[in-house]
């Protein structure tokens, strides 16, 4: 494999040897580069041999470094590889539930290992042909992070519309004996991987421990746009209660025996359940962060640890509204009326999401025309949009509307506030830019 060198950084050991863009890495100690995986593997020690082709033909640099540090190279693809695709045909993808007419990544389906490693994404592992499990391993590539949904292979296999599906369970035994350890994820299907299949799962999983370290147990999502889908049920106030209560069983047992609580339901089934967020130590490490398990948790401590340090005389006077989404809307209520802001007056709109449907109740797939719409009329100084609604690195919403539209249609400033707890009590306070 032959990779374009995108750019060198100023003063790193790629400029020191005279490495420039436009170059190509070919080996690196006398093997092919796959991809980003074997490019950091090989790379990594205190001796590199780079193989590269340049202007003037085909050279060998041998350099000598301390171990682990970069060479400072950007190739012209992050992954140097193209993605691999999903192959499962999930009951619940929530692709599958997305309008037609939107913007084409939004129906990209990746199932990719190494993006899994380099960037925490959930993988099934049915798209990993042998020779890649072994380089998985040669490559000690851990932790993963693994979409299991249940270990019994006929329910999993079937969950998934993929008989490659079933092999979860040996797949994991021979990661574990390999030494390589994972997160686990899995999205609960009511009346399908619940009950009394969630705790053969968790039993499972719990045996694979110290290598497995984690699972999230996450509800299933359901839009508007199942048309032609499988039937599935949503959970309500009742079945989170269950669920949350099966999975606290869970967590006394487990804690006794491997010394963690290791199954954590996400935020969502609380805020459904309309029950209290676990103590902050019933997270432990927050390893499942990501996955929308403790956010709120970790959210309220940091909005709490920012008002105890403010100055009231920095606050500015104004009328602040709030656009959530109507899981959150209650507990951002709650956290603001007990940490009242002087010479503020804080109102938080919950927005149905009348784009996906009322059943996606996160602030996250918030859209632009739907706040449009449901705070026409409203009178305030600023208006306050979660960040994570926002595309990475753009302010457009899910469908494309710019935060700026917000601003010239409702009269209002829209200002996107941090996912960070403090960062939302600055904006709160009207320092947003602080």
């Known amino acids: 494999m032959?990779?374009?060198?995108?750019?060198?950084?100023?003063?790193?050991?790629?400029?020191?040897?005279?490495?420039?863009?436009?170059?190509?890495?070919?080996?690196?100690?006398?093997?092919?580069?796959?991809?980003?995986?074997?490019?950091?593997?090989?790379?990594?020690?205190?001796?590199?041999?780079?193989?590269?082709?340049?202007a003037d033909g085909t050279v060998e640099i041998d350099i000598e470094k301390d171990d682990g540090e970069p060479l400072g190279i950007e190739f012209e693809s992050t992954l140097m590889a193209e993605v691999r695709p999903c192959e499962n045909k999930c009951a619940f993808c929530f692709i599958d539930q997305m309008p037609a007419g939107m913007r084409d990544t939004l129906y990209v389906?990746?199932?990719?290992?190494?993006?899994?490693?380099?960037?925490?994404n959930y993988i099934t592992l049915t798209n990993v042909p042998d020779r890649e499990f072994d380089r998985i391993i040669a490559r000690q590539a851990s932790p993963l992070y693994l979409s299991v949904h249940a270990t019994d292979g006929a329910v999993r296999a079937a969950l998934m519309g993929n008989p490659?599906?079933?092999?979860?369970?040996?797949?994991?035994?021979?990661?574990?004996?390999?030494?390589?350890?994972?997160?686990?994820?899995?999205?609960?299907?009511?009346?399908?991987?619940?009950?009394?299949?969630?705790?053969?799962?968790?039993?499972?999983?719990?045996?694979?421990?110290?290598?497995?370290?984690?699972?999230?147990?996450?509800?299933?999502?359901?839009?508007?746009?199942?048309?032609?889908?499988?039937?599935?049920?949503?959970?309500?106030?009742?079945?989170?209660?269950?669920?949350?209560?099966?999975?606290?069983?869970?967590?006394?047992?487990?804690?006794?025996?491997?010394?963690t609580r290791f199954a954590f339901p996400a935020d969502e089934f609380y805020c459904l359940s309309g029950g209290p967020l676990p103590e902050d130590a019933a997270y432990e490490r927050y390893h499942q962060i990501e996955n929308g398990v403790g956010l709120l948790r970790t959210f309220e401590k940091e909005f709490k640890d920012a008002y105890r340090y403010h100055d009231p005389a920095e606050t500015q006077k104004r009328r602040?509204?709030?656009?959530?989404?109507?899981?959150?809307?209650?507990?951002?209520?709650?956290?603001?009326?007990?940490?009242?802001?002087?010479?503020?007056?804080?109102?938080?709109?919950?927005?149905?999401?009348?784009?996906?449907?009322?059943?996606?109740?996160?602030?996250?797939?918030?859209?632009?025309?739907?706040?449009?719409?449901?705070?026409?009329?409203?009178?305030?100084?600023?208006?306050?949009?979660?960040?994570?609604?926002?595309?990475?690195?753009?302010?457009?919403?899910?469908?494309d509307t710019p935060l700026s539209a917000l601003t010239e249609a409702l009269g209002i400033p829209a200002i996107a506030a941090g996912c960070d707890g403090a960062e939302f009590f600055y904006a709160l306070q009207g320092e947003a830019s602080r």
């Open 320 to 399: 602040v509204l709030i656009a959530t989404g109507t899981s959150a809307a209650p507990f951002l209520r709650d956290l603001i009326d007990k940490h009242p802001l002087r010479g503020v007056d804080a109102q938080v709109a919950a927005i149905h999401n009348d784009f996906l449907g009322h059943r996606v109740t996160v602030a996250g797939l918030l859209t632009g025309r739907d706040i449009l719409r449901q705070l026409q009329g409203r009178q305030a100084d600023e208006l306050l949009i979660p960040e994570a609604a926002l595309r990475h690195e753009q302010s457009v919403f899910l469908d």
């Open 2 to 54: 032959a990779h374009r060198i995108l750019s060198v950084a100023p003063g790193s050991i790629a400029a020191s040897v005279g490495l420039a863009p436009g170059d190509v890495l070919l080996r690196i100690n006398g093997e092919p580069v796959l991809d980003q995986v074997d490019y950091q593997f090989l790379s990594s020690g205190e001796r590199a041999v780079l193989e590269v082709r340049d």
């Open 109 to 120: 389906k990746d199932d990719d290992w190494r993006l899994s490693l380099m960037m925490g």
């Open 164 to 259: 490659k599906a079933a092999e979860i369970v040996p797949q994991m035994r021979r990661l574990k004996t390999a030494g390589i350890k994972f997160h686990c994820q899995i999205v609960l299907c009511p009346g399908i991987n619940d009950g009394s299949v969630l705790d053969d799962t968790l039993e499972t999983l719990a045996a694979l421990s110290p290598a497995a370290l984690s699972v999230a147990l996450v509800p299933v999502g359901l839009t508007r746009h199942r048309q032609g889908l499988a039937p599935l049920t949503p959970y309500t106030r009742e079945t989170a209660k269950a669920l949350i209560r099966q999975a606290e069983t869970w967590q006394r047992a487990l804690l006794r025996r491997i010394g």
